[in-house]
């Protein structure tokens, strides 16, 4: 499975941004997708995922109320609103895809796409 992230960009706070994941290859395989952010010098922290194959949705406390994650399985993207955009949701931004029905962790993710940087600007 291969997947792309895009969407980043600078957006001053109080903005709004949405991410796109294109996933390609052995989609069929995917459980549940999920987006990571990783700010500099920190952790790569949890944000949000999705059931591949439902409508369950997780959310970092960080986020929950200000994003929202969607899928379109027909056209294998998956999808991060992001509101109300403050400096602290500064990083990058991956895309990530688990075979797991587990909860979704980053240790549980099997795959990774490549980041895109979004910037909050106060």
């Known amino acids: 499975v291969q997947l792309q992230a895009s969407g980043g960009g600078l957006v001053q706070a109080g903005g709004s941004l949405r991410l796109s994941c294109a996933a390609s290859?052995?989609?069929?395989?995917?459980?549940?997708m999920a987006w990571f952010r990783q700010a500099p010098g920190k952790e790569r922290d949890f944000v949000a995922a999705?059931?591949?194959?439902?409508?369950?949705?997780y959310y970092g406390d960080s986020v929950k109320g200000r994003c929202t994650i969607s899928r379109d399985n027909a056209k294998n993207m998956v999808y991060l609103q992001m509101n109300s955009l403050k400096p602290e949701d500064t990083g990058v931004y991956y895309c990530?895809?688990?075979?797991?029905?587990?909860?979704?962790?980053?240790?549980?993710?099997?795959?990774w796409g490549k980041g895109t940087l979004v910037t909050v600007s106060s």
């Open positions: 999705i059931r591949w194959g439902g409508s369950r949705t």
């Open positions: 290859g052995r989609t069929f395989s995917i459980s549940t």
């Open positions: 990530a895809g688990s075979t797991s029905p587990g909860p979704p962790t980053a240790a549980g993710m099997d795959y």
